[in-house]
């Protein structure tokens, strides 16, 4: 069972966060809940071996985090006269109304430090072709004080950096920063937007960036389930 270690509230949404533990046994799922989600994998349920010896939650938690598909982001700010920005994919709406947004940023980061002291951060949804700008942002390709040469940007009107190709930008001012372990939750209320129509988002998924997103054939008026990955 995840136990609950911290809640906060954010805009008309709270902020849950759970340390990980054993999940309940299979034995109390419900019959009749099985018959009305069949299973659709035919290689049949998951391995479930919690008790063994060797199992090691930390190490599960990391595989299993592999598995979470997450749009590409970089995220960048300004703390006086310095810029900078790194690749992010722990990003995720929190609240409509206020509109808020949060990333997860390591403690041990440059753009945290910036974030902290200045406040302020910008986050980009990269498009499918950018996955070079996301390895440069992650600071794989070039070094720390290079990642914005050749790149066309404005000063937003929050001062951060904002990148002009990209599939959306999002720039916020810090309104909350709560302790995550290694990383801080910042949170920011949301103060402008640009974005463009149609375009496909840049995905991680196992490690790697996905190269095809498949979009369902059927929408809803809600939206449309992604319906393929390709690495
Ligand atoms: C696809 C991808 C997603 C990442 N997501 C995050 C994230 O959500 N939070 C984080 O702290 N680091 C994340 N990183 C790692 C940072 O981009 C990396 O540590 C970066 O070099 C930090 O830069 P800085 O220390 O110059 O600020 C990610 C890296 C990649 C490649």
Known sequence: MNRVVGIERGGNHTVVEAAIGALPPRSSVPDAQEQ??????????????MEGPSHDVADEYRKAMRDL???????????????????????????????????????????HRLIAEGGVFAVHLLLQAQRDLADRFAGR?????????????????????????????????????????????????????GRREGGRPLIYFQGDYVSDVALATSTTERGAYVAGLSA
């Not at 950096?161 to 810090?174: G, I, K, M, N, T």
Request: with cysteine; aromatic share 4%; glycine share 10%.
């Open 141 to 193: 390709l070039i070094g720390c004080d290079e990642r914005f040469n050749g790149l066309a940007y404005d000063h937003g009107m929050t001062g951060a950096p904002v990148l002009l190709d990209c599939l959306a930008f999002l720039e916020c001012r810090v309104t909350a920063a709560h302790d995550g372990g290694d990383h801080t939750i910042f949170i920011g209320s949301v103060e402008d937007v």
């Open 36 to 49: 009305r989600f069949p299973r659709v994998d035919e290689a049949g349920p998951i391995r479930r071996d």
């Open 69 to 111: 598909a997450a749009s590409v982001t970089i995220v960048t700010t300004r703390c006086g006269n310095e810029i900078h920005g790194m690749t992010a994919s722990a990003v995720c709406c929190v609240s409509l109304t206020p509109p808020l947004l949060l990333v997860c940023i390591a403690k041990s980061t440059r753009t």
